[in-house]
């Protein structure tokens, strides 16, 4: 059976299913039909389960978690909570509710008492839980540790449910709600886990299942056959050696380079990004520095940090992006007053312009870590709408010492009139989030119309067209930034529509580089054509893929 | 019975890791101990979760009184305990 769904990343797993048991309803109060003896040996018969399981699971886990796991263990027996316990059994109320009044009455006293205590106080909601499950002989509620491998199922998780995750245990994540930029979601993104979220009738799947989890294709197979896991399996040895291979520079079938660069938010992310095989930055975020704060950072503060960074890239490229604050990341010192539409507002350049002296003393920062530095850095301003102001911040960053300045294409506006924009500034950048939210008047953090915000649309994809048309006319180099670039298909698409080169979170950089490799030049232009010609979105996709699998499966069939 | 008084050396108080120690050693020397935060009232000190809802911080002083078994023995133990840095 297919469970359709939508996938993260492009990997594959397989394995069996352990289910994420679902909270219990608070146990309900009404006189128990046993004597209070007979319930107090089930109650702490129960407890003293619980206590042993996690001890054992203490034994097993070591470290830190061990003191955590038997302190949890001598709460589940502890004979103040016991008294506790017998004395509401004492009144007649059942095993079930009697320990669940008694944990809440010191969960209550702990979180009464804030700070590290109120943080326990979750630990004695989660052993209180723990033996009501298993009075009821039901499994227990929260993330589950079988102990071996497998590929969990939840209706969707919590930020507390990931953190207690065990990475090394989990083959793979699906949920029955959330969409691509719920919590779990951007846990899969960032650690590498394959996932297929929002898989309604995951729901249905079983503890022990074995199940293939497609993120590549947006689907989970249950049941599947013993070709299909062979299928998956080989797949799988695909993606780890496609990992373990050298990493080499992105370029298509031919050799036709297409530079590979990774989108950072600080210089923190540098050696990663290397890691995994980064050309260069294709977006350096320098919102980090700004926020949280009353005031702009000095000049000294930022140059260090932006020297951090270069000195990391040695001898690569860098592109950095001056301050975007505005819409969804306000600055109290550049933009305080309140707007109906902050995305249409004063953002981006249009901010900085207002407040130009941080602008000046970015860019000085930025060209005195230059100078300092060996990397090539480029600076580009967000949110141009027009030529004037393309023409304003190429003039101040190079009258401040800036070599290349280019602009992010992110209006239509700036994507319609890109040959003259491009004619007034070094580079485009073209930042597809905001394009796409533009270009299809579609708010990018409101999910009710999360339906409009796909790159893949048409409309989106002849403005990405005109821009590289406008880089090609020109000989200007027009990069793209933004989650279009990490999607392995749309990344060969982008590149037929004329992008000179990819910036992505570097987790992406393998698979985008992969897929690069299998197509020509030509063949770049076929997928985007016929992505530009289609109807909308998602058939935008269909043609594109039709085309690559085409391409493919005659090139296989002729070798 | 015995008592004595003695200050909290743990760095961050009777919680957590001292506040487990405590009550294991406590559950395991077979006497009947109980503990007060000065000013407060004497709680169960095998009970994990009523030690540390005294919310016993560094520097505080606390009276434990031991009663039966090796009285002598059990309080010297507890109270080499409590005045010991857990947290270093």
């Given at each position: 059976?297919?469970?359709r769904g939508?996938?993260?990343g492009?990997g594959v797993a ?8 679902e909270?219990?309803?608070e146990p ?6 046993l004597?209070p003896e007979h319930?107090a040996?089930?109650a702490?018969?129960?407890?003293s389960?619980v206590?042993?399981?996690l001890?054992?699971r203490?034994a097993?886990a ?5 003191d ?5 263990a ?11 316990v017998?004395?509401h059994?004492?009144?007649g109320k ?6 669940y009044e008694a944990f809440a009455t010191?969960?209550d006293?702990l979180a009464?008492m ?6 326990r ?11 009501i ?6 499994p227990?509620?929260?993330?589950p540790?079988?102990?071996h491998?497998?590929?969990l199922v939840a209706?969707?998780?919590?930020p ?5 995750l065990d990475?090394?245990?989990v ?6 709600e ?5 919590h ?6 960032e ?6 979220v929002?898989a ?5 799947l079983a ?10 294709d947006?689907?989970?197979?249950a ?6 896991v ?9 993606r780890a ?9 992105g370029?298509l079938?031919?050799?036709t380079?297409v530079?590979l660069l990774a989108?950072l938010?600080s ?8 890691k995994?095989?980064?050309?260069g ?5 320098t919102e980090?520095?700004?926020l949280?704060?009353?005031?702009a ?12 960074l ?5 001898g ?7 301050l975007?604050?505005?819409a969804d990341?306000p ?5 305080s007053?309140?707007e109906e ?8 350049i249009r901010?900085?312009r ?6 000046r003393?970015?860019l000085t920062?930025?060209a005195e870590?230059?100078?300092a ?9 967000p949110m141009?709408?027009?030529v ?8 101040l ?7 290349v300045?280019?602009v992010?294409?992110?209006?239509p ?5 890109a ?11 073209i930042g597809?989030n905001?394009?796409?939210?533009y ?19 048409p409309?989106?994809?002849?403005l ?18 933004g989650?279009?670039?990490?999607d392995?298909?749309?990344a ?12 992505m979170s570097?987790?992406?950089l393998?698979?985008?580089r992969?897929?690069l490799?299998?197509y020509?030049?030509?063949?770049a232009?076929?997928?985007?054509r016929?992505?530009l010609?289609a109807?909308?979105?998602a058939?935008a996709?269909?043609?594109?893929q039709?085309?690559a ?11 | ?6 200050r909290?050396?743990s760095?961050?108080?009777l919680?957590a ?5 405590f ?6 020397s077979?006497s009947?101990?109980t503990?007060r935060?000065?000013g407060g009232?004497f709680?169960n000190?095998?009970?994990?979760l009523?030690?540390?809802a005294q919310g ?9 009184v031991?009663d039966g078994g090796d ?9 080499e305990?409590?005045?010991t840095?857990?947290?270093?």
């Amino acid at each position: 059976m297919e469970i359709r769904g939508t996938g993260i990343g492009q990997g594959v797993a397989v394995g069996p299913v352990v289910r994420m048991a679902e909270a219990l309803p608070e146990p309900v109060d009404r006189p128990s039909h046993l004597d209070p003896e007979h319930e107090a040996e089930r109650a702490k018969a129960s407890l003293s389960v619980v206590a042993a399981e996690l001890a054992n699971r203490g034994a097993k886990a070591g470290g830190a978690a061990k003191d955590v796991l038997e302190a949890q263990a001598m709460m589940a027996e502890d004979p103040s909570l016991i008294d506790e316990v017998t004395k509401h059994l004492a009144t007649g109320k059942t095993a079930e509710r009697a320990v669940y009044e008694a944990f809440a009455t010191y969960r209550d006293l702990l979180a009464g008492m804030g700070g590290y205590m109120a943080e326990r106080a979750t630990d004695l909601d989660d052993i209180s839980q723990r033996v009501i499950a298993h009075l009821l002989k039901l499994p227990a509620p929260g993330v589950p540790n079988p102990g071996h491998p497998f590929v969990l199922v939840a209706r969707d998780l919590a930020p507390a449910d990931t953190a207690m995750l065990d990475l090394g245990q989990v083959l793979g994540l699906v949920t029955v709600e959330g969409g691509p930029t719920s919590h779990t979601a951007i846990l899969a993104r960032e650690k590498s886990i394959v996932a297929v979220v929002g898989a309604a009738d995951a729901a249905s799947l079983a503890d022990g299942d074995t199940v293939i989890v497609d993120a590549a294709d947006d689907l989970v197979i249950a049941s599947p056959t013993a070709e299909q896991v062979a299928e998956a399996n080989a797949r799988i040895a695909e993606r780890a050696a496609l990992e373990a291979a050298p990493v080499t520079p992105g370029a298509l079938a031919d050799g036709t380079a297409v530079p590979l660069l990774a989108n950072l938010g600080s210089a923190s992310g540098a050696a990663e990004a290397l890691k995994l095989g980064a050309e260069g930055v294709g977006l350096f975020r320098t919102e980090f520095l700004f926020l949280d704060a009353d005031t702009a950072p000095s000049v000294r503060e930022q140059q260090e940090h932006y020297t951090r960074l270069l000195t990391a890239f040695a001898g690569k490229k860098v592109v950095a992006r001056v301050l975007d604050a505005g819409a969804d990341k306000p600055l109290s010192f550049l933009n305080s007053a309140h707007e109906e539409n902050p995305a249409l507002g004063l953002r981006g350049i249009r901010a900085l312009r207002h407040s130009e002296i941080i602008l000046r003393e970015q860019l000085t920062a930025l060209a005195e870590a230059d100078a300092a530095t060996d990397a090539e850095l480029w600076v580009m301003a967000p949110m141009i709408a027009t030529v004037e102001e393309t023409r304003y911040f190429t003039a101040l960053a190079k009258e401040l010492g800036i070599r290349v300045a280019g602009v992010m294409v992110e209006t239509p506006s700036a994507a319609l009139v890109a040959d003259r924009v491009l004619a007034a500034c070094d580079f485009a950048s073209i930042g597809t989030n905001d394009l796409t939210q533009y270009t299809m008047a579609a708010d990018r953090l409101l999910g009710t119309v999360a339906n409009l915000q796909s790159p893949w649309h048409p409309a989106v994809l002849r403005l990405i067209a005109d821009v590289g048309a406008a880089g090609a006319e020109l000989g200007k180099p027009v990069g793209i930034c933004g989650e279009a670039a990490a999607d392995p298909l749309l990344a060969v698409v982008l590149v037929g529509l004329g992008a000179t080169s990819l910036s992505m979170s570097p987790s992406a950089l393998a698979d985008v580089r992969a897929s690069l490799a299998r197509y020509s030049p030509d063949d770049a232009k076929a997928l985007a054509r016929a992505a530009l010609a289609a109807e909308g979105a998602a058939e935008a996709k269909e043609a594109a893929q039709a085309v690559a699998t085409e391409i493919t499966t005659a090139r296989t069939a002729a070798s | 019975m015995v008592e004595r008084t003695v200050r909290i050396g743990s760095t961050h108080g009777l919680h957590a890791r001292p506040a487990k120690l405590f009550t294991q050693a406590v559950a395991a020397s077979g006497s009947s101990v109980t503990l007060r935060k000065a000013g407060g009232a004497f709680v169960n000190a095998a009970s994990i979760l009523s030690v540390i809802a005294q919310g016993i911080d560094h520097g505080d002083e606390v009276t434990i009184v031991v009663d039966g078994g090796d009285e002598h023995a059990v309080l010297d133990q507890l109270v080499e305990l409590l005045s010991t840095d857990h947290d270093e």
